[in-house]
């Protein structure tokens, strides 16, 4: 059974950092495509950014973005501590919202639709961005 757990949330004034973190048990990485999302009270979920891991003699990693975080965040991931990660840079207001990671198992794709069918979900951590 696959389990996620979110840490790394919390309060920051505009232009500041945070670093948001999904550990993931009973999860091979190179055998899913895995995502961060986001929500605000009364409006649909959005994609973030994603991450998909093709695994080989080397990894390759194919990963896709909202254009509303391009350039301000960076998704990642670190197979030794099975755990990916959500840099978040300049942050902005706008950026509130409860945060998730969710797993889906292959076959799938790297994408950043609010509506795609993830398998797996963490439990969610707030992020608060005030100006």
């Known amino acids: 059974q696959v389990q996620l757990v979110e840490s790394g949330g919390g309060s920051v004034q505009a232009g500041g950092s945070l670093r948001l973190s999904c550990a993931a048990s009973g999860l091979n990485w190179r055998r899913a495509c895995a995502a961060w999302l986001r929500q605000v009270p009364g409006k649909e979920r959005e994609g973030v950014a994603s991450i998909y891991t093709r695994g080989g003699y080397i990894d390759t990693f194919y990963t896709a973005y909202a254009d509303s975080v391009k350039g301000r965040f960076t998704i990642s991931l670190d197979n030794a501590k099975n755990t990916m990660f959500l840099q978040m840079d300049n942050l902005k207001p706008e950026d509130t919202a409860m945060y998730y990671c969710?797993?889906?198992?292959?076959?799938?794709?790297?994408?950043?639709?609010?509506?795609?069918?993830?398998?797996?979900w963490g439990q969610g951590t707030q992020v608060t961005v005030s100006s």
């Open positions: 969710a797993v889906r198992s292959v076959p799938c794709i790297a994408t950043t639709r609010g509506n795609y069918d993830y398998n797996y």
